[in-house]
């Protein structure tokens, strides 16, 4: 599972903690945020080498702060 757009890791965190499934942050930021530090996360650069690779993404609270969610979706 990607979260993708995941800010402050806060939510991946406790996700993580809960889900029967690998939870991954993802976010603008080359490094993971604090609340990640020692689990998985996947800056800008490498996230288009997962492409394909998740059951599941989700982008809570993601799409609105993007001008062009057209091409963020894609």
Do not use: N, W
Request: proline share 4%; with cysteine; hydrophobic share 40%.
């Amino acid at each position: 599972l990607l979260d993708f757009g995941c800010g402050s890791g806060q939510f991946t965190k406790v996700l993580s903690e809960v889900a029967d499934a690998e939870v991954i942050g993802s976010d603008m930021h080359a490094e993971a945020p604090s609340e990640l530090k020692g689990r998985p996360y996947i800056g800008p650069e490498e996230l288009k080498e997962h492409r394909g690779s998740f059951d599941v993404v989700l982008a809570m609270h993601v799409i609105e702060h993007d001008d062009d969610a057209d091409a963020l979706l894609k």
